[in-house]
């Protein structure tokens, strides 16, 4: 029997990843995908569960839909992703409206959970083993035509102390070259113009496997393919090799846009959030990225209110990020998360930690304001991305901006420039924090 299928996906693009391998196994068995919630036998809620802001995202998200169960708009709910994962019996007591979740080891699951739910039987709890469920498989892109996800590696092994994603996918384990080499000439074929290669740490890729790293071997093999751009998500700083600055400064496709997580400077913080860098080491490694790639973009997430942050370490965060000049960074308030070590260690209140995000959010704000006069009058490259009628402007992102992350270009020109081509746009202003320019012939 057919069903209709419904997906909401939260979270990362790891996580949307996951949710275009569970459209393509859901349509191979069959079942049609449809895109509003409303009528469809069964909802697919694929969740995040990395910070309780996420798990409370995705319960709103539950309830809504819910709400249309109860209206009988909507046959069936199933979860999936992180937060069934951390909280599996949670949701199934606390959350009686779902009829049936699946683990982050159960992605492959989908289909027969669907036709589990569907007979009314079972209520499908499908729990797989976290550090060998598959990666591979086909998907249904949800992005735009234009750019996709390359995800390259599944878990992680850094188990830094505030962080639960290891007890969430598992150990750190690399996708073989050849199959990830395979999908990206799918992708090119596609028509896809930026590929975006992703996992939780991609500068560990292959050390798995005998040590070696084996990311630079893999962007040069990449950068034979048919893509205009490729840009890097995430690359831990304790592991950029010269090689690899090597090949992103030589490679033409690879972006000078480096997305490199820090969290902090202080060195009495790192050690205790179990990272392996020194504020030292974090000097050194901006000074050498900035004099060997250029034209470098950076991006890192920051956290205020980590243990340890006194009003010195934290003085020390901001004037770390007033020297560096990064010129993007994602701000956070420190969650003590249930099951990891930093809930267990003495930290600010949660007040607090909220005023000093507050504050390093003013001094990102700044470097955002210089960055942005400093690259008027420049000529930029730039991907379309569509019109907007309300700026009567059309608007995309340069290799500075990343999608979904970063903000926009608006851009007027004197003809129709189609989504998804790139163009040359001189930068002639800001409007409301976000860059403006022209069309150049």
């Known amino acids: 029997m057919s069903y209709t299928v419904s997906f909401i996906s939260l979270g990362c693009a790891k996580n949307q990843v996951n949710c275009e391998q569970m459209m393509a196994t859901v349509q191979a068995a069959g079942y049609t995908i449809q895109i509003q919630p409303e009528g ?13 802001s996420a798990c409370e995202e995705a319960i709103g998200n539950i309830l809504e839909m819910a709400e249309l169960k109860k209206a009988g708009k909507v046959k069936k709910i199933l979860v999936t992703g992180c937060m069934a994962q951390r909280y599996k019996e949670d949701v199934l007591k606390e959350l009686p409206e779902v009829d049936g979740i699946l683990g982050t080891g159960s992605y492959g699951d989908i289909a027969d959970a669907i036709r589990e739910v569907m007979s009314d039987t079972v209520r499908p709890c499908h729990m797989g083993n976290i550090h060998t ?13 234009w750019y ?10 850094n188990h830094c102390a505030y962080c639960v994603i290891p007890s969430l996918r598992g150990k750190y384990r690399s996708r073989p070259m050849e199959e990830l080499l395979e999908e990206a000439a799918e992708l090119a074929d596609s028509g896809v113009k930026e590929l975006l ?69 202080n060195d009495t913080i790192l050690k205790a959030m179990n990272r392996r860098d020194t504020k030292a080491d974090l000097v050194a490694l901006v000074d050498k990225l900035r004099s060997r790639i250029p034209n470098l973009v ?53 007040e607090e930690a909220k005023r000093r995000t507050e504050l390093l ?81």
């Open 298 to 350: 950076l991006r890192t997430s920051l956290i205020a209110g980590l243990p340890y942050e006194d009003e010195a370490a934290f003085e020390e965060l901001c004037q770390f990020l007033r020297d560096e000049r990064i010129e993007r960074a994602g701000i956070f308030t420190f969650s003590p998360e249930e099951g990891t070590r930093a809930a267990l260690m003495d930290h600010v209140d949660t």
């Open 40 to 52: 469809a036998d069964v909802v697919v809620v694929n969740t995040c569960g990395f910070l309780a």
């Open 197 to 265: 290669v992703i996992a939780q740490d991609i500068t560990r890729y292959g050390t798995d496997w005998s040590g070696e790293h084996k990311l630079a071997e893999l962007l040069r093999e990449l950068c034979k393919l048919d893509f205009h751009w490729i840009r890097l998500h995430y690359l831990y700083p304790d592991e950029i090799t010269d090689e690899l600055i090597d090949t992103i400064a030589r490679e033409e496709k690879i972006l000078p846009y480096l997305d490199i997580p820090m969290q902090h400077c």
């Open 361 to 441: 959010v003013d001094v990102q704000s700044d470097i955002i304001d210089d960055y942005h006069d400093s690259i008027l009058g420049q000529e930029r490259e730039v991907l379309c991305e569509g019109f907007d009628p309300q700026a009567q402007m059309f608007f995309g992102r340069s290799y500075a901006e990343s999608p979904e992350i970063d903000g926009r270009i608006y851009f007027t020109a004197d003809d129709q420039v189609e989504a998804g081509t790139f163009v040359q746009v001189r930068f002639t202003g800001v409007m409301d924090g976000e860059i403006t320019g022209e069309m150049v012939s």
């Open 133 to 145: 469920a598959g990666q591979s498989g086909e998907r249904i892109l949800s992005t735009p035509p």
């Open 148 to 157: 996709a996800y390359l995800r390259i590696a599944e878990g992680c092994d």
